[in-house]
């Protein structure tokens, strides 16, 4: 795999600046071997009926962490796009815990970049979720 482009702390500037509006969401946690380490940061908004995380947050948590994973290594080209993902939930998340999503780059082209992400509750090795994504890199 490619060596990162970014920094943890330039990888969080650019979603404060671009993306504000799921800034405080996320937390960058570490900037991985084969990708990346993404937090999101479990507030009232992301729950479902029963005090879990819902499915569409940790759908978005394996979205922004596959995006933020591939920009690591290719810069920041904002028009990368998803272009598939399919997820399959496996469990239901520990209430009162946050969610963290361990992106792994698998194939990273000059067009496409595919990545496996596993989700899970923090402090409990085992996956919530599992989801595999696709993205469309814009040409130079």
Not at 38 to 55: D, F, I
Not at 68 to 91: H, K, P, Q, W, Y
Request: glycine share 8%; charged share 25%; aromatic share 6%.
């Amino acid at each position: 795999m490619t060596d990162p482009l970014l920094t943890t702390a330039e990888l969080t500037a650019f979603l404060a600046r671009d993306f504000e509006q799921v800034k405080d969401d996320f937390t960058v946690d570490e900037i991985t071997a084969q990708g990346i380490k993404l937090r999101l940061n479990v507030a009232e908004r992301h729950l479902r009926p029963g005090g879990t995380v819902s499915g569409p947050a940790m759908f978005g948590l394996a979205d922004v962490g596959a995006y933020l994973a591939i920009l690591s290594r290719i810069g920041l080209e904002a028009l990368t796009v998803t272009t598939n993902c399919s997820i399959d939930f496996m469990r239901k998340p520990i209430a009162g815990k946050d969610v963290i999503c361990d992106v792994r780059l698998l194939k990273l082209g000059r067009q496409l970049a595919v990545c496996d992400a596993l989700v899970f509750s923090d402090g409990d090795d085992r996956p919530v979720a599992r989801a595999s994504l696709t993205y469309s890199i814009p040409p130079k």
